[in-house]
């Protein structure tokens, strides 16, 4: 047997085994997940993104490993945008975006305190916030008066609600929820298609959030790359130029 | 003789220290077989990704903070606040796993030469030790960030002492220093991290490449080239390492980089398997994960360990089951080395146990019920069963061998 193929086997299992199964953290839940197709590539829609959080988000949810001056630099705003649009009052550029809810009220409201969501969309994954965001309906059974379907018995209204509309569970014979559909009467301002742009838009931002050096990184990996490519090279002349004497 | 020259400097050291003579004896007339192939880069790739994890580990324990209330966040501080912090900390998670990758590769060269037979029985038996300590090194490590799987796996690894009979319980409290993993569990896991196994690793890798050097490389056609040695005592078919070995690594080097650094800056979390979704949430001590299962190379021992359901017997099995790595010289009575002059029955054997453990690395994965429980009982059966069948293989005589060829192949 040769050893060249042999090498290939068993170095292809192992690659194989390394692609096979990849172990998202969102478990006990098999919902089918939305897609929000956004890329950290797309500075607009990050920025889109940060401001609806500012507006909708951040009155109960924190963020607090990320920098207000940090977000401003990577969106290429500048402080007019973090003023006006961000931080709204008196708030310093270098301060970690807080939310002004004691969370002492939200175990009082809500039964817990908000999660700060600086790292939500690495634990949880892009798709869960967005689908999270997508499939509130209305519960009467709930305190807030919605449930979730990616997040059952959740805690957090549906505060998008007037955006959306409302939606309402449909179910098989075992009372399963098998689908949404849009309450007649209830419909929300935006589109179907408006809203889901705009989760998809707050989806961005949070990933961006879980990590911000994530697209410099990535620019930047291209550069070392290449980099490495032309040194490996100059490294095979050598080796070949070293070795031609021994394999004659 | 100037005495200004560069070779009066060089006396003057050689005086003093000798310099000289360690170079030839390590690099320049340390001779190494002609033909070793690309499986014998693995060694001094692992030395690579050493230094590579001690000079990003360094930059971490800049900044990193070994306490219960500001672990999770200091982790986050680097990956966000200190400049290149994250370079670093990306680093330091890939180099971890690609330790594995490149010693799982070294280990399974000397299983394709029999690079563990005589004479080399030591140099196998530090390396297996330096693989333990490895793995000690790396599970300590894992703690440290402190999010939901690192405190949990903490939890699990270190309760496993319970099972040492009458002492157990007590035993596990003193060694996390409280009742549950706290505090004082990080501090002593950190300083084991950064300076007690490090240390044992690098004596260990000097111990283990002076042990090399003393009986000199294997080679893939199973020929010991110091037997066959010209007037001036050179192996005929060996090369020096220095420049023909280190060029060809340097080589290896570079597509080794490659690949690291494709990982580090565009899969960092590699899919979820070097760094876990769930450790992205601080360790909760109230809030058990759904699930808990170790970093995928120290799966293989897991899946021995939950599919047995006697606890005790697993963990015996479980240590057993690398513990047994230290006997192979001595299980394997085989009259040759390479593979590619042993018996049918040996490379049929070595398929099969290569297939085993890639299995039990998969099965570590799945949730311990049903089907995965089953597989991991009868894969575990064949790991040890691939020793046993070795033995009987080859001191009973069955083992039909190709002559050992005078030269090497090139």
Redesign the interface.
């Known amino acids: 047997m040769s050893m060249q193929k042999k090498n290939g086997i068993v170095l292809g299992l192992g690659l194989a085994l390394a692609v096979a199964g990849p172990a998202q953290g969102s478990a006990g839940s098999d919902v089918e997940m939305m897609d929000p197709d956004v890329s950290h590539h797309d500075r607009a829609s990050i920025r889109k993104g940060a401001e609806l959080y500012a507006q909708y988000c951040v009155g109960c949810h924190s963020l607090k490993y990320l920098r207000y001056k940090r977000l401003a630099e990577d969106v290429g705003a500048d402080k007019q945008w973090l003023e006006e649009e961000i931080m709204r009052g008196d708030k310093d550029p270098y301060d970690h975006i807080t939310s002004s809810m004691d969370p002492q009220d939200g175990v009082e409201w809500f039964g817990l305190a908000p999660p700060d969501l600086s790292l939500t969309a690495r634990a949880q994954g892009e798709d869960w916030i967005y689908t999270y965001l997508n499939t509130f309906y209305v519960d009467e059974d709930s305190d807030v008066g919605y449930n979730n379907l990616v997040q059952e018995g959740t805690s957090m209204p549906h505060v998008l609600a007037s955006l959306q509309g409302d939606q309402k569970a449909v179910r098989d014979d075992h009372g399963e929820v098998v689908d949404l559909e849009p309450v007649e009467g209830e419909e929300g301002r935006l589109s179907q298609e408006e809203y889901r742009e705009m989760t998809a838009q707050i989806t961005a931002f949070l990933s961006y959030a879980a990590e911000p050096i994530r697209a410099d990184r990535e620019r930047m990996g291209v550069w070392v790359i290449l980099f490495l490519i032309v040194f490996t090279g100059v490294f095979y002349l050598l080796y070949k130029e070293y070795w031609r004497d021994i394999k004659k | 003789m100037n005495r200004l020259s560069l070779s009066g400097l060089q006396q003057w050291m050689d005086d003093r220290f000798p310099l000289t003579s360690t170079w030839r004896y390590h690099m320049s007339e340390y001779y190494v077989s ?1 033909n070793v ?3 014998y880069l693995f060694g001094s790739l692992a030395i690579l990704v050493l230094v590579i994890q001690v000079v990003s580990g360094v930059w971490l324990m800049f900044y990193y903070q070994p306490s219960a209330e500001r672990a999770f ?1 200091s982790v ?2 680097i ?3 200190v400049d290149w912090g ?2 670093m900390r ?1 680093m330091h998670t890939t180099g971890a796993s690609a330790f594995f ?1 490149v010693i799982y590769l070294h280990m ?1 060269r000397s299983l394709l030469y029999g690079s563990y037979q005589k004479p080399r029985e030591l140099l196998w038996i530090t390396g297996v030790l330096l693989y333990l300590v490895l793995m000690a090194e790396a599970f300590m490590g894992y703690v440290l960030p402190w999010g939901q799987l690192s405190y949990w796996a903490g939890q699990v690894i270190i309760s496993l002492a319970s099972v040492v009979p009458v002492v157990g319980e007590e035993l596990v409290v003193w060694l996390q220093g409280g009742y549950i993993v706290n505090e004082a569990t990080l501090g002593r896991l950190y300083a084991f991290h950064v300076i007690g196994l490090p240390l044992v690793l690098i004596g260990l890798t000097f111990v283990h490449i002076v042990g090399l050097h003393h009986v000199g490389s294997s080679s ?1 056609d199973g020929v010991e080239i110091k037997k066959n040695k010209d007037a001036n005592g050179k192996p005929v078919d060996g ?1 020096a390492f220095h ?2 070995i280190t ?2 690594d ?2 290896g ?3 080794f ?2 690949l690291f ?2 990982v ?3 899969a960092p ?5 070097f760094i ?3 450790n ?2 601080e360790a909760d001590p109230l809030q058990t994960p ?2 808990i299962h170790p970093v ?1 190379y120290f799966q293989a021992w897991y899946a021995m360990l939950q599919s047995i359901p006697n606890q005790a017997l697993g963990v015996v099995v479980m240590l057993g089951a690398s513990a047994i790595l230290l006997f192979l010289p001595w299980i394997d009575r085989g009259q040759v080395g390479s593979i ?1 002059l042993r018996g049918l029955g040996y ?1 049929i054997g070595l398929g099969v146990f ?2 085993t453990f ?1 299995v039990l ?2 099965l570590g ?1 799945q949730e311990p019920t049903g089907l995965p429980v089953i597989l991991g009982q009868i894969f575990t059966v064949i790991y040890f069963g691939y020793f046993v069948f070795l033995w009987a293989y080859t001191y009973f005589g069955f083992e039909k061998t190709k002559p050992v060829p005078e030269r090497v192949t ?1």
Do not use: H
Not at chain 2, 269 to 273: N, P
């Open positions: 002609k192939n690309w499986w966040s986050e501080f990956m966000r606040d994250w370079l990306y990758v399974y893939p090369i420049p023909y060029v060809k340097l080589f080097w570079g597509i980089l490659i650094c494709a580090m800056f565009f979390t590699f899919g979820g398997f876990e979704p769930p992205f949430q759904s699930a995928w590619r490379k290569t297939i890639i690395t998969w994965k090139v």
